[in-house]
């Protein structure tokens, strides 16, 4: 639960934005298409900043259960909202979400989403709004059982998620679900080249911020409570970084020694690219991502730290004459566009705006990658392919269409600790390996070292 939504909800009056109209303004941007996170960089600066993150805070919370909170509203509207009159929908999902998942009393949310329709300039529909949510509070019980006699609505996923996610792990898929619904936990990387991870664990609680140690990464610390980053001693100069548990395996796995060349094909925003410096000293390290403002925020990473790399702005898929493209690897990481389905606890906007047909194209997008790369690599080489997906179309699959197509690779087997064998890979699953859903698998070109 955000402390924000513990405090009473202070009514900001006609002159400042409401954040429960900003919340209902960045969902229907999301439902047009865009990212959550670009609809957040664009709230009104005028926002005070415990507004701005009760807004956040709805805005998360919403696409986390959209689709359930529309089936509820749906079964209390006689008929649905005409597209301009769209902003009293999402104005009845904000609501719906504050009486069912949050902390902000009923009458508060009730009269809040009430007076939403006069700041949305349609007071007319303030009886229908306080009509549906009072029905909602009462019936609560029944409605729920009724929309979740669905599972895949119970899990607010789109059906053909929730079928794909349960066919993949059918033996874990229960506890995937219900680790994809909840809220992230904050997760800290150590620079060990620094600092013990238990020393600096030490440091955090004289703090006052309580965290305990990933069960089976070696370098992760899990914060009990999201903190400014700020609070945290040491971020300033990269001793500490934020970043899943399961995003700081790819420099173990890439088995990385000083002095390598390395390229970082899909480097934004620069995570990996960071842990890969810090674990191994004097990398001759090129990074690489196709957007970029994206990449600046590769430097903006690399600069807290005082880590240097070369930093490109290129297509991986196009090596063609570019100077990075001439040389040859001693590891290639390519951390590929997917579908983005195993961090859907840290961006749930990513369950109403994936498709099912967006696989196809991703998968093809990751194969030309990969195939591009591939050339580069060093005689004794590793190149470790890694998605934050959780389905074998880009992950196993996507290794098996490869070793086809490169009958000379050489798949090397990865430890499950954390995670479990997939095909010639290894899949970390949220709810299980307290990590997002990450996929890696390891690639050997053969020939000396
Ligand atoms: C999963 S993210 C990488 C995350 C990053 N490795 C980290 O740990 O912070 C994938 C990145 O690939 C980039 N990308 C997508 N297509 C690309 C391409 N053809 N060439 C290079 N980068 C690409 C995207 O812009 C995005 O930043």
């Not at 359930?68 to 009845?92: E, Q, S, T, V």
């Not at 493209?325 to 951390?335: A, E, F, N, T």
């Not at 998968?363 to 997906?389: E, F, H, K, N, V």
Request: net charge positive.
């Amino acid at each position: 639960m955000s402390p924000t939504l513990l405090m009473p909800i202070r009514f900001t009056g006609p002159h400042l934005p409401d954040p429960r109209l900003v919340a209902v303004g960045n969902l229907l941007a999301v439902l047009d298409g865009s990212s959550l996170d670009d609809a957040l960089a664009k709230m009104p600066p005028s926002l005070a900043e415990r507004d701005r993150a009760l807004a956040a805070e709805l805005s998360y919370g919403v696409c986390r259960w959209h689709a359930r909170l529309d089936a509820l509203i749906g079964l209390l509207l006689r008929k649905p909202f005409k597209r301009k009159d769209r902003d009293l929908g999402a104005l009845l999902l904000v609501g719906a979400y504050q009486l069912l998942h949050s902390r902000v009393p009923p009458h508060a949310a009730l009269s809040t989403t009430v007076e939403g329709t006069r700041g949305l300039g349609k007071g007319w529909a303030s009886q229908l709004v306080n009509g549906v949510l009072r029905r909602l509070q009462r019936e609560s019980g029944s409605l729920t059982a009724r929309v979740d006699a669905d599972p895949a609505l119970r899990f607010a996923l789109p059906n053909w998620l929730y079928r794909s996610i349960r066919d993949a792990w059918p033996a874990q898929h229960q506890s995937v679900l219900e680790g994809l619904q909840a809220r992230p936990v904050m997760a800290l990387r150590v620079d060990l080249s620094r600092v013990e991870r238990d020393v600096y664990l030490q440091r955090l609680l004289v703090d006052g911020i309580a965290a305990r140690v990933h069960p089976s990464v070696p370098s992760a610390l899990l914060l009990s409570e999201p903190v400014a980053v700020e609070r945290l001693p040491g971020f300033g100069d990269g001793e500490v970084s934020v970043q899943d548990a399961g995003a700081q395996l790819a420099g173990s796995l890439l088995d990385l020694r000083p002095g390598q060349r390395v390229l970082d094909a899909c480097a934004a925003p620069g995570g990996k690219t960071l842990e890969l410096l810090q674990r191994a000293p004097d990398l001759r390290l090129t990074a690489l991502d196709i957007d970029s403002d994206r990449l600046r925020r590769v430097a903006d990473n690399l600069a807290r730290a005082g880590c240097r790399a070369e930093l490109q702005v290129a297509d991986a898929s196009d090596p063609g004459g570019a100077d990075w493209g001439k040389r040859r690897y001693d590891r290639i990481l390519v951390d590929a566009p997917c579908s983005a389905t195993g961090v859907l606890r840290r961006h749930p906007d990513i369950r109403l705006l994936r498709r099912a047909s967006d696989l196809a194209a991703l998968a093809c997008r990751q194969a030309a990658i990969l195939d591009a790369l591939w050339p580069l690599l060093a005689p004794g080489g590793r190149l470790l392919y890694a998605t934050c997906s959780l389905l074998a179309q880009e992950n196993a699959r996507q290794i098996d269409g490869f070793c086809e197509r490169h009958p000379e690779a050489r798949v090397l087997e990865l430890p499950t600790k954390p995670g479990i064998r997939a095909g010639g890979g290894v899949q970390l699953l949220p709810g299980v390996d307290e990590t997002d859903g990450f996929f890696y698998a390891a690639l050997l070109r053969a020939g000396a070292s």
